[in-house]
């Protein structure tokens, strides 16, 4: 089977163990950014406008928190291509 037609199903299994790693390093990240804006003064004005939480958190946290994560994607993303190679040879999957 090619890759780009009917060939997914090669494709999904070395991806999701390459990149199941990430999850957790991505998750950790976001935490301790969010904890690091959570005290920052724009958040404190936000809440004293009166906003609620969830606007809050959408609007000034996590949109700040994203900065941190966005920029280590491309290097994840780079890493998880290459690592497929790997995991296509552990589990004898063509690639």
């Known amino acids: 089977k090619d890759l780009w037609f009917g060939g997914w199903e090669y494709t999904i299994l070395p991806t999701l163990t390459g990149c199941f790693s990430y999850i957790a390093t991505y998750a950790r990240l976001l935490k301790t950014s969010m904890l690091d ?20 958190i959408r609007r000034h946290i996590l949109r700040n928190s994203f900065i941190p994560v ?12 290459t690592g497929s190679f790997f995991i296509e040879s552990i589990f004898s999957i063509p690639g």
């Open 70 to 81: 966005i920029t280590q994607l491309p290097m994840s993303v780079a890493m998880c291509i």
């Open 37 to 56: 804006v959570i005290n920052q003064d724009y958040v404190l004005t936000a809440e004293s406008k009166g906003l609620s939480r969830g606007q809050i």
